[in-house]
């Protein structure tokens, strides 16, 4: 029989990991929400022993922050597409870039010189 305090040490260890990757993913919102592990940790049992503030169960698993989805360029076509984003910024007459590559989180093709701005553009829409 495993000895019940070392039930709840690993309960609090797994939850602090939680708090800390929480603390990673979403800085802001954890540091306001829960600005020591003391106050997460009494959310957290809160919700695990059935509170009824609905949402708060939820909110324990903070959205991914924005900005923090990998655009990642890779070849993703067997025929060569016109890039995307060459072709919103073209001006009329521009040649565009043509390319293999795109942008699977987007899927649309961005050629490989085109992924810095594609990120950007990406990052603030
Ligand atoms: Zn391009
Ligand atoms: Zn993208």
């Known amino acids: 029989m495993v ?6 040490y690993l309960m609090e260890a797994s939850a602090y990991n939680a708090y800390v990757i929480a603390r990673d993913t979403n800085p802001e919102r954890v540091k306001t929400m829960w600005p020591t592990f003391q106050n997460y940790l009494k959310d957290l049992v809160a919700s ?6 609905a949402g708060k169960a939820a909110a324990l698993v903070p959205e991914p922050a924005r ?5 990642t360029i890779e070849k993703m076509f067997e025929k060569k597409k016109t890039c995307h ?3 919103l910024a ?3 007459g521009a040649r565009r870039g043509v390319t293999k590559f795109g942008c699977r989180e987007c899927n649309v ?3 490989t010189e ?4 594609h990120i950007t ?4 829409a």
Request: aromatic share 12%; glycine share 6%; hydrophobic share 30%.
């Open 109 to 111: 093709p961005v050629h």
């Open 3 to 8: 000895p019940s305090y070392f039930f709840f």
């Open 114 to 117: 085109c992924q810095a701005k």
């Open 48 to 53: 695990l022993v059935g509170d009824t503030r």
């Open 121 to 124: 553009r990406c990052i603030n």
């Open 90 to 92: 073209a001006e009329p």
């Open 85 to 87: 984003e060459c072709s």
């Open 67 to 71: 900005g923090t989805v990998q655009h």
